[in-house]
């Protein structure tokens, strides 16, 4: 019988790195073309992966401007919604209060005095003054007219007109802001009722 031949294993020359303990052509980055065990130079500029800057931390739900909070957004919007609805209720004050005035002075010239639902009116009337100028910061103080007309038919027109100022200052008046101008008209508008109210009960 012929003996096996025994064939030596193939040894690469460049085999095994000094350090590594790997073969040459399976270092990493390394390109194995073949022909030989010189790894394909890596560029210049390559930075390993474990020089690289740590990346930009995650930003915070809160954090955002884009992240909002779902129930804040729904509570702003709400109390933007009932500003809104104060604010168009006071000028719906401010022109029913203005019409009161006017029927008010109609009816006087009319009749020469007031009638049970005349005085009805200016009790409203006195009321929505009172609210609209407790909507504009004011309060209960110096409410007295301090030169009242000596005439009820005089009284009863510079009430009409000072109704139709205060609507037009409630008007032009933004939301939310305190006017001097409003809680003034609105406090002789109140002095003027009283003295009305008062000339009525004598």
């Given at each position: 019988?012929?003996?096996?031949?025994?064939?030596?294993?193939?040894?690469?020359?460049?085999?095994?790195?000094?350090?590594?303990?790997?073969?040459?052509?399976v270092k990493p980055w390394g390109?194995?073309?073949?022909?030989?065990?010189?790894?394909?130079?890596?560029?210049?500029?390559?930075?390993?992966?474990?020089?690289?800057?740590?990346?930009?931390?995650t930003?915070?739900?809160g954090d955002h401007?884009?992240?909002?909070?779902?129930?804040?957004?729904?509570?702003?919007?709400l109390l933007i919604r009932e500003d809104k609805k104060q604010y168009e209720e006071n000028l719906a004050r401010a022109k029913e209060a203005d019409d009161l005035a006017a029927e008010l002075c109609t009816s006087y010239e009319a009749k020469r005095t007031f009638t049970y639902e005349d005085e009805k009116k200016l009790e409203r009337l006195e009321k929505l003054t009172k609210r609209i100028r407790n909507e504009a910061g004011g309060s209960d103080k110096n409410t007295d007219e301090n030169d009242p007309p000596n005439i009820v038919e005089n009284a009863v027109k510079k009430v009409a007109e000072t109704a139709d100022v205060l609507r037009k200052e409630?008007?032009?008046?933004?939301?939310?802001?305190?006017?001097?101008?409003?809680?003034?008209?609105?406090?002789?508008?109140?002095?003027?009722?009283?003295?009305?109210?008062?000339?009525?009960?004598?």
């Open positions: 019988m012929y003996a096996r031949s025994q064939r030596r294993p193939f040894i690469h020359t460049a085999a095994r790195g000094a350090s590594s303990g790997s073969p040459a052509w390109k194995y073309d073949g022909t030989t065990a010189t790894p394909t130079a890596i560029p210049a500029s390559f930075t390993p992966s474990s020089q690289l800057p740590d990346p930009a931390p930003p915070e739900k401007p884009d992240f909002g909070d779902p129930v804040n957004e729904i509570k702003t919007k409630v008007e032009k008046t933004p939301r939310r802001v305190v006017s001097a101008a409003v809680i003034d008209q609105a406090n002789k508008l109140i002095g003027l009722i009283q003295y009305l109210r008062n000339q009525g009960r004598r």
